[in-house]
């Protein structure tokens, strides 16, 4: 029930007035501090592998989590952390860059399907096909490298993807996927004062490129485009959760109630063993017991 009520509080099913403004990346609910949480991430952490062992060995569903946010908001972090105590064998995670020449070749959506999980599994997208009405959003010239015929690149172009990817999303929902999708909400003062570590710490200089500061200076732009993202393909079986990121430690504590509620919904199971199997096991018991 905790699990529930800390993730239902950043949950979306309803995008029709959703509003980006009206929540806080700093907040971090009835938590003081991050030692205060920590016992709990480890609950959450250690349900979430007991879960995906019942979930790989039923092999009926699949699980794909899909993580959105500005440069600096703390996906790759969330990922390892909320992820740690879970199978490697059942979790696959995906990192989607800019798209190659092949993949230009084809519809948005191509890039994205091959990497889908397997029944049993949970698959991971660090970005996703989202950045089709994120990043070429706020830069339409890069339509152009995408060789749409002109006459399909009309004003609609951009409801026309909500439309597409929400019908690709219930596609998968109809077909066993459970999804659910994340943005790290992070304030322009955080991003800053990240910025400015991973230049003055040269163990973090690795992570800096001069693109993450041509994209800052996109910041209205881009939370246009996030609050028009959520707003248009949030649905009660794909809902959105605007995650507070400017206090890390509160993003991975959502982050991992959202998960285990949504595992725990699923209502997972271990397979019965028939009259048959029963036989099998215990023939073989006996074997075993003569040697």
């Known amino acids: ?20 403004k009206d929540f806080d990346p700093a907040d971090i609910g009835h938590w003081h501090s991050e030692d205060a949480a920590r016992e709990k991430l480890q609950e959450d952490i250690a349900r979430m592998a007991d879960l ?49 020449e092949a993949e230009l070749q084809h519809d948005f959506l191509w890039r994205t399907t091959v990497p889908l999980p397997e029944r049993g599994h949970i698959g991971i997208f660090n970005r996703s ?50 999804i659910r ?12 004062r990240r910025f400015l570590a991973r230049l003055e710490t040269p163990d973090k200089n690795w992570k800096f490129s001069a693109d993450d500061i041509r994209e800052r200076e996109c910041w209205d ?8 993202m959520i707003r ?19 993003t991975h504590l959502v982050v991992a109630a959202a998960i285990v509620e949504t595992l725990e919904d699923m209502e997972l199971a271990y397979p019965e063993v028939d009259a048959a199997k029963s036989k099998e096991l215990e023939v073989a018991r006996k074997l075993l017991l003569k040697k």
């Not at 732009?221 to 028009?228: G, I, K, L, M, S």
């Open 129 to 178: 096909y989202y950045e089709e009405v994120l990043v070429v959003r706020v830069h339409p010239k890069l339509l152009e490298n995408e060789r749409i015929p002109s006459s399909l690149v009309t004003k609609n172009i951009w409801e026309e993807r909500y439309e597409d990817i929400s019908c690709f999303e219930r596609h998968l929902e109809r077909n066993g996927t459970v």
């Open 1 to 20: 029930m905790k699990n529930a009520k800390l993730a239902k509080s950043y949950r979306i099913d309803d995008g029709k007035h959703f509003r980006l």
């Open 232 to 250: 248009h393909t949030t649905t009660k079986n794909a809902p959105w959760y605007v995650v507070p990121a400017d206090n890390k430690w509160f």
């Open 221 to 228: 732009d881009y939370q246009q485009a996030y609050e028009q």
């Open 181 to 192: 999708k994340f943005f790290l909400h992070l304030s322009k003062k955080e991003q800053k």
């Open 52 to 100: 995906q062992d019942k979930l790989y060995a039923q092999d009926r569903w699949s699980v794909l989590l899909i993580f959105q946010a500005m440069d600096a908001a703390g996906k790759d972090g969330t990922i390892k952390h909320v992820m740690s105590g879970v199978n490697p064998e059942g979790v696959q995670v995906h990192s989607f860059k800019a798209p190659s």
